[in-house]
């Protein structure tokens, strides 16, 4: 059974940091191209970041140069460390492979009060 859990969300001011994991279980993300999507409140999902089999990580234009993704093919765990954060930047945010997507974890909510 797949199965993805986000986690480290919260409330932080601008400019500040956190870092995201996404625990998966079910499949081996080794193989997969894993993404960071967020929801902000009467939006639709967004893919933020994605991260290759390979390793090659490719960033949206409005996070390019804050935030990072990282995983642990060992840990089948991603990651994503978020500097200089943003109010825009509040949304949930999920993990899930890119191409043909498991069912959606609960999510992490992110907080960046002004």
């Known amino acids: 059974q797949v199965q993805l859990v986000e986690s480290g969300g919260g409330l932080v001011q601008a400019g500040g940091s956190l870092r995201l994991s996404c625990a998966a279980s079910?499949?081996?993300?080794?193989?997969?191209?894993m993404g960071w999507y967020r929801q902000a409140p009467g939006m639709q999902r967004e893919l933020v970041t994605r991260?290759?089999?390979?390793?090659?990580?490719i960033y949206g234009d409005s996070v390019k140069g804050r935030f990072t993704i990282s995983r642990d093919n060992g840990k089948n765990t991603v990651f994503l460390q978020m500097d200089s954060l943003k109010p825009e930047d509040t949304a949930v945010y999920y993990c899930?492979?890119?191409?043909?997507?498991?069912?959606w974890g609960q999510g992490t909510q992110v907080t960046v009060s002004s």
């Open positions: 991260i290759l089999s390979s390793g090659l990580t």
């Open positions: 079910g499949f081996s993300i080794s193989s997969k191209t």
């Open positions: 899930n492979t890119v191409f043909r997507p498991f069912d």
